[in-house]
T-cell receptor, first 111, second 112 residues
Framework: RKEVEQDPGPFNVPEGATVAFNCTYS??????FFWYRQDCRKEPKLLMS???SGNEDGRFTAQLNRASQYISLLIRDSKLSDSATYLC????????????FGSGTRLLVRP | DAGITQSPRHKVTETGTPVTLRCHQT?????MYWYRQDPGHGLRLIHY???????DKGEVSDGYSVSRSKTEDFLLTLESATSSQTSVYFC???????????FGPGTRLTVL
């Protein structure tokens, strides 16, 4: 089983749509959770951290479910500029200072 | 944006030649990481550093070595490049180990 698993997509949605991505992780002791965004041929960039109580940043909402070991990202009112690959990231099993990156979920927002 | 640069940004080399990639940061962060990214594999950790002269292996360290003689510089060396090392290489930094990491712009390496 992969340490971090994501649906690769692509998710193809119209502008203005709401879209949600889920990610599952294998290490029940993980303490750090993040969503990164990566544009084609660019470096990954931090989108948001994920906190136990859930957190929101504008149109983006992240949730953590420790019991089921998954995290989610909800994007409301999708924009064309949201088209990218979204990486789910969790700290590693053997060391808290190693992050494990999912392979990413690709989002395409169409006009 | 975090002050991280990578050099070179693009390199084409031949099998068997040594290659060194450089990561330079101006953030004074303790932790530095080298990843490679390939289609279908996502980001995979090659080596990381938790301080000057303190380094350790990641999941795909075979064929790679690293050095960190100063806080700001982390070098990745391919002693004898192979075609399987054709990839995009990213450097990342972090101030506290379990915190988020910030990435450099990447180096595209092609080994012919």
């Amino acid at each position: 089983r992969k340490e971090v698993e994501q649906d690769p997509g692509p998710f193809n949605v119209p502008e203005g749509a709401t879209v949600a991505f889920n990610c599952t992780y294998s290490n029940s002791a993980s303490q750090s959770f993040f969503w990164y965004r990566q544009d084609c041929r660019k470096e990954p960039k931090l989108l948001m951290s994920v906190y136990s109580s859930g957190n929101e940043d504008g149109r983006f909402t992240a949730q953590l479910n420790r019991a089921s070991q998954y995290i989610s990202l909800l994007i409301r009112d999708s924009k064309l500029s949201d088209s990218a690959t979204y990486l789910c990231v969790v700290n590693g099993e053997d060391s808290s200072y190693k992050l494990i990156f999912g392979s990413g979920t690709r989002l395409l927002v169409r006009p | 944006d975090a002050g991280i640069t990578q050099s070179p940004r693009h390199k084409v080399t031949e099998t068997g030649t040594p290659v060194t990639l450089r990561c330079h940061q101006t953030e004074n962060h303790r932790y530095m990481y080298w990843y490679r990214q390939d289609p279908g594999h996502g980001l995979r950790l090659i080596h990381y550093s938790y301080g000057v002269k303190d380094t350790d292996k990641g999941e795909v360290s075979d064929g790679y070595s690293v050095s960190r003689s100063k806080t700001e510089d982390f070098l990745l060396t391919l002693e004898s490049a192979t075609s399987s090392q054709t990839s995009v290489y990213f450097c990342a930094i972090s101030d506290i180990g379990f915190n988020e990491q910030f990435f450099g712009p990447g180096t595209r390496l092609t080994v012919l």
